[in-house]
T-cell receptor, first 113, second 113 residues
């Protein structure tokens, strides 16, 4: 079974702090994704990566950046955390297939105070 | 712009009742996936439908992809408390490189014993 591991389940940070969310997958998947999940809005794509050192903006990239130095690891960076970035963050991975079946981690609930 | 409209957003029913969740769009998708998410966990893939008119059954769950590949439905027969969770539909556009999905807002289902 594919395992996608997010480093923290819960995080509390202060406004203006730099925040790192880490994600590791163990199935050699080419694709990795960062979503945020908010009630009534579903999942919104922040950034994704189809290969090492490669990244593309999703639908809501503002205020975020990413890093993919190794195939198994995809990091989400909040350069200067703000209260409107309080959310559930979900990492996912998939093979490079037309149907993109996603395997999700259990999420990181980030609170910015 | 929400490209996938999911309804209803909330559903509270008694054990044994039937229910249907709808996922509608004006756009054509090459495939559509349904995920279920339980509290504190990431979404887990239930099914993928790829052919217009396709019907797939998973025990008491029946999934249908519209003929025009713009909509889908999830029908649960004789719901049980274990079916409680957030149900998400997600569509893959044509030429999708794998995993870049568009998600509906989700349907929060509560099945009371």
């Amino acid at each position: 079974d594919v395992k996608v591991t997010q480093s923290s389940r819960y995080l509390v940070k202060r406004t203006g702090e730099k925040v790192f969310l880490e994600c590791v997958q163990d199935m050699d998947h080419e694709n990795m994704f960062w979503y945020r999940q908010d009630p009534g809005l579903g999942l919104r794509l922040i950034y994704f990566s189809y290969d090492v050192k490669m990244k593309e903006k999703g639908d809501i990239p503002e205020g975020y950046s990413v890093s993919r130095e190794k195939k198994e690891r995809f990091s989400l960076i909040l350069e200067s955390a703000s209260t409107n970035q309080t959310s559930m963050y979900l990492c996912a991975s998939s093979l490079k297939t037309p149907w993109g079946l996603l395997h999700f981690g259990n999420g990181t609930r980030l609170t910015v105070t | 712009t929400q490209l996938l409209e999911q309804s209803p957003q909330f559903l509270s029913i008694q054990e044994g009742e039937n229910l249907t969740v709808y996922c509608n769009s004006s756009s054509v998708f090459s495939s559509l996936q349904w995920y279920r998410q339980e509290p504190g966990e990431g979404p887990v893939l239930l099914v993928t439908v790829v052919t217009g008119g396709e019907v797939k059954k998973l025990k008491r769950l029946t999934f249908q992809f519209g003929d025009a590949r713009k909509d889908s439905s999830l029908h649960i027969t004789a719901a049980q408390p274990g079916d409680t969770g957030l149900y998400l539909c997600a569509g893959a556009r044509k030429n999708n490189q794998g995993g870049k999905l568009i998600f509906g807002q989700g349907t929060e289902l509560s099945v009371k014993p």
